[in-house]
């Protein structure tokens, strides 16, 4: 099944997350922010890294490159989209997934593992992983705290909409890492997924951790359309 | 013409007799700005070329040495690394997060200008004492610049060092590593060549920033009024680079490119003739086409702009619509502005009026050279006799948790967490071990690097502390699993004027070069900072080194710092004395003693040691290199990355504080024997517990130790109302 890396400038993860759904049997191609056509895309990925160098908020420039009306349009028919990273706060901006990320709590960047615990399986990103498997996986954010006003926030976790929480050493939410506790999210029909740790950096136990495989390994299976 | 200007300019009454001789006419008023610069201690090196051939790069393994951009060595199977360091210590002072972002943006270009994909980037970084607040807004500023920059551009910075001393308080040293990758075919040059092809401007455009900023920033000494050289210091822009790299890359891929010089200090002047002069070729510059960011600026101004984010491409006329269509495809800013021409004159024109003509070597490579009267500084061997006095019983626990709290021996995670060390996928030990490891993708190879200085010791015996961060980086990138392959090194020094600066320079720079030669490492490149003088307090004298190590193939399980196990035993690798306090961090932190002579390296003897840290990186699970705290803070070390405890059986505290150089830990399976014979190897412990236990020397509980250790940093730079400064 054909993936659509979608590189805006300013992109920095797409050759990873490549690399790592290749290895997954996925046929990752890049395609530039300036196309316009994704026909025969069987899944999307908005990969990390500073699109348009985000010196606005993040991703609100991303979200005018030409390439996004079709990944709305694909969004809409139920296509698998991932947002990693930089891909969520552009899916945030596009309206795809609600809320918005503001910077972190300590007013720093954070390159670090970090736990999430898996809050919902219910979408092409977790449906392969247990509720309430504990996953480290590194978080790589300057702006990657998520935040949403009340009644939509209430409306989000009554659905199952967050995909995963940050935890601490004991399994309790943590919200001291950047200020949030919601560390991925999806969509009513779970088709559309964002989360601001990497998966793909945690594919390899030599590079710290393989708990990522998972998720992108959902997110193959959902391309493929296996039944869940 | 103003009879002075060229002393306004930095320059010698003698320079411009020199400048007035290669053209046989007074210089115009744009001319002589460009040999102003170019004639700068920062682009012309003038005070040091002469030293600077001590170094060796003629092993079989150089593709090529120091001169261009970056050294460049063969990794095998059409693999080459490109690498390269360079300073930008007055810039980083003026604006700490500007300074250290440019700084790492001037190293990116200097490796992708070789054809190489940057793939890393290492930061040495020098502050003052953190109990002054000037300098935690140093040091956080500078931290904070770097990873803005270098997160944003996507490269990941894998670590470096980080050392504070009062030296440093009114004159910091950011000095930053950069290491790029690339197929053999992918290697271009800056030598210009083909009568007729076009010279490109790619990247940002060209403003009235940072003009001046090699000769008045980075070759004059600081004093009360820098912060009036703010203007001087270029603001980076992360994003415009990152299209540029790729930009640049694309052209390689599709072979579009004759040659490529990248745009630093003095700017379209230093481009134009070092691309020139190193092909043998001339070159007509037109300004009238150099894009602008402002209006109505002067030819000199445009010649000398340090306006960041630009490179230099020389195109055949053929290609030059594909090589804009690139540049469009990127959205960055293309402009021809320039055409290659037999014979050796940079011709630049503006409103169709000449406004310079030069030869390009006289600019780029004909500069004047010094021989500087040098002598050793005559409180030397008083300092020397100033050796600390050693107290008949130490509580050595107490000790370390006390150097544990030292920010230049305590965790670094605050400064490493705030760079993204972790992009494409390629990082196997992270920053806060004794190297970084890299792994190359698609190949069993793999490359550990080390940045190294040691202030205080260089200042207490330049060649003696030049031979030992020498030695020591060897080992660090040793005990990461490679032996060592290449160096490069950033000589940071106080103004060369003086003879006593000059001497340290002339002796670090023999140290480097006999440990290089020692060891068999190449030297292949280099930078050389002087002038880090303010209010004429002149800095330690700084060589740092940044090692490559390369292994192939990599370690499948490379040693890490906390995969020690309970029932593992300790063993300590290298010879000791129990004598080497001068510079140590015992004295400086406990003893608050900064003299003695440091012990010299045993050369043999530790050409042995790396050997033996590169033979045991493939089979035991731990290795550590015992430098700043000795062997005490080394095993706390250990023991707090592993979470295991450990008990030493040492008996004096003197073997377990003092830091001879070249030695190393392994911790191995129980039983295990090294097989070690020909240096001397010991196991001096077990694994095991919760607390450090040196035996009658103390033992502290590994909590407190890793709490100290944790916190040591953020207590002193997070400062809110709940949490005061120390």
Known sequence: ?228 | MSESLHLELGMTDDEYASVVAVLDRPPADAELAMYSVMWSEHCSYKSSRDWLDRFRSDYPWVVLGPGENAGVVDLGDGWLAALRIESHNHPSYVEPYQGAATGVGGILRDIFAMGARPVAVWDAIRFGPLTDSKNRYLFGGVVSGIAGYGNAVGVPTLGGEVEFAERFSNNPLVNVMALGLMKRDQLVTRAAAGAGNVAILLGASTGRDGIGGASILASTSFDEDSSAKRPSVQVGDPFEEKKLIEACLELYENDLVVAIQDLGAAGISCATSESAAAGGMGMTVDLDRVHLRETAMTAAEILLSESQERMLVIVEPGDVADVLATAEKWEINASEIGTLTEGELLEVTMNGVPVASVPAASLAENGPRYRRPAKQPGDLEAIWANAPMLPAVVDVADTVLRMLDDPALADRSWVSEQYDHMLFLQTVVEPGHDGSLLRIRETTKGLAVSTDGDALRCFLDPHRGAERIVYESALNVAVTGAAPYALVDNLNFGNPEKPEIMWQFIETVEGVAAACESLAVPVVGGNVSFYNETDGVDIYPTPVVGMLGFCDPMPAIPPRLDRAQHGMDLWLIGPESGKDFAGSAYSRIVLDNLGGRPAAVTRDIGNAVVAHAVRLASIVPVLHDVSAGGLAVAIAEICIRSGVGASIAEPTWELLLDEAPSRFLAVVPAGDDLGIHDVPARRIGVMGGDKIDFGSNGSAALEEATTVWREAIPRRMDISPSRGVA
Do not use: W
Request: with cysteine; glycine share 12%.
């Open chain 1, 1 to 228: 099944m054909k993936t659509a890396v979608i590189v805006f400038p300013g992109s920095n993860c797409e050759h990873d997350v490549a690399q790592v759904l290749r290895s997954l049997g996925a046929e990752p191609e890049l395609v530039f922010h300036r196309d316009r056509d994704l026909t025969g895309a069987d899944g999307i990925v908005l990969p990390g890294g500073f699109a348009h160098g985000d010196y606005l908020r993040t991703g609100a420039i991303a979200r005018f490159s030409p390439v996004m009306a079709e990944v709305e349009r694909h969004a809409a028919a139920g296509t698998p989209v991932i947002g990693i990273c930089n891909g969520f706060q552009i899916l945030t901006e596009a309206g795809l997934l609600p809320g918005a990320m503001v910077a972190n709590r300590g007013l720093r960047f954070i390159c670090r593992h970090v736990l999430v615990r898996v809050e919902s399986t219910d979408s092409v990103l977790t449906r392969n992983a247990g509720l309430g498997d504990v996953l480290r996986i590194p978080l790589n954010s300057y702006q990657g705290n998520f935040v949403l006003d009340t009644d939509r926030l209430a409306a989000l976790e009554d659905r199952g909409g967050v995909l995963f929480r940050y935890v601490d050493e004991k399994g309790h939410p943590d919200h001291t890492i950047n200020g949030a506790t919601i560390a991925g999210i999806a969509n009513a029909a779970g088709n559309v997924a964002g989360l601001m740790p990497h998966p793909e950096r945690a594919s390899d136990g030599l590079l710290g951790s393989s708990d990522g495989l998972v998720l992108l390994e959902s997110f193959v299976a959902s391309m493929a359309k296996l039944p869940a």
